[in-house]
């Protein structure tokens, strides 16, 4: 776990500890200290917590125009234990829909599994961007994690599967990136 970094392609477009509206900024990380642990693993120190001991993030882009944030999730969502969905929503959803974002793409590669508890967190947040034409794209999740959230309906309060489930993202621009999911999913609900 601790060789596993955040993708910092992007790092010359946008940089969250330097972006004066990021829920990060002024954070100062360390390349030799490891403070941070998933369970009994220690993980990268350039992956950000936000309350969840087993689930760490790290905002790769946020556009405050057009309303897009790109999160990489690291470790275990365990809404069973931690309510890990709870910290999710209150310290980095909330702070970032009073700023304007309101379509959300999650990178899950490195989500290794998913526990369940309720679905009130998840409601909340879908019906708080509902409310502005907004979403939650899961993009390259494992498809025993995404069979996880299905399992108990939690599927239904983001945009998956299709083209999401095997995206070069890292290829794009962010701003691309964001552009081209925005699209994908724009068909997809003229199709349904």
């Not at 304007?100 to 590669?109: C, R, W």
């Not at 019906?127 to 502005?132: C, I, K, S, T, V």
């Not at 498809?143 to 959230?149: A, K, P, Q």
């Not at 994908?184 to 199709?191: F, G, H, Q, V």
Request: proline share 3%; glycine share 8%.
């Amino acid at each position: 776990m601790h060789t596993i970094e955040p993708y910092f392609g992007w790092r010359g477009i946008y940089v969250a500890e330097e972006d004066p509206k990021s829920p990060f900024y002024g954070r100062e990380y360390s390349e030799f200290e490891f403070t941070n642990q998933l369970y009994n693993h220690l993980v990268h120190p350039q992956w950000d917590q936000f309350g969840s001991p087993s689930l760490f993030v790290k905002i790769l882009y946020a556009n405050y125009d057009s309303g897009h944030a790109i999160l990489e999730l690291l470790g275990e969502w365990n809404d069973c234990l931690h309510n890990d969905i709870m910290f999710l929503k209150r310290e980095l959803a909330d702070y970032l829909i009073d700023l304007g974002i309101n379509k959300f793409i999650l990178i899950g590669e490195n989500v290794l599994n998913f526990h369940y508890s309720d679905d009130c967190y998840y409601e909340e947040w879908f019906e708080d961007l509902a409310e502005n034409d907004g979403w939650i794209a899961l993009v390259n999740f494992s498809d025993h994690v995404l069979g996880e959230f299905g399992n108990v309906g939690a599927d239904s309060y983001f945009v998956i599967g299709g083209r999401l489930q095997e995206m070069s993202w890292r290829t794009k621009k962010p701003q691309v990136l964001c552009e081209a999911i925005s699209g994908y999913i724009e068909k997809r609900l003229l199709l349904s």
